[in-house]
């Protein structure tokens, strides 16, 4: 599996962000999605993960009601939408695939990495 993360930018605080990741290599339809961050000198942390089957999602509760994870398997692509943002969502944002049979919040879960993506918030 490959996978392609694109979207990041500067952006002022309160602006909003469009992350997407695209798939390939394999049935982008079988595989749970999660999106996670990683801030200079922190470690990587849970965002969002969105299910393989029934496309249930779930939220760290520090971007639950500001950032929406979607998929669209006919694209082979997943998104993160990210509305009202902080200088504290400043980070490199990844994208990441589990095949594991439920969808979790850490990264050992998840088997696949994209490269990255800068976001940067200015207050």
């Known amino acids: 599996v490959q996978l392609q993360a694109s979207g990041g930018g500067l952006v002022q605080a309160g602006g909003s962000l469009r992350l997407s990741c695209a798939a390939s290599?394999?049935?982008?339809?079988?595989?749970?999605m999660g999106w996670f961050r990683q801030a200079p000198g922190k470690e990587r942390e849970f965002v969002a993960t969105i299910s393989r089957s029934d496309s249930m999602t779930y939220y760290a509760d520090s971007v639950k009601g500001r950032f929406t994870i979607s998929r669209d398997n006919a694209k082979n692509t997943v998104y993160l939408e990210m509305n009202n943002l902080k200088p504290e969502d400043t980070a490199v944002y990844y994208c990441?695939?589990?095949?594991?049979?439920?969808?979790?919040?850490?990264?050992?879960?998840?088997?696949?990495w994209g490269q990255g993506t800068q976001v940067t918030v200015s207050s």
């Open positions: 990441a695939t589990s095949l594991r049979a439920v969808a979790g919040t850490t990264p050992g879960l998840y088997d696949y």
């Open positions: 290599g394999r049935t982008f339809s079988g595989y749970h």
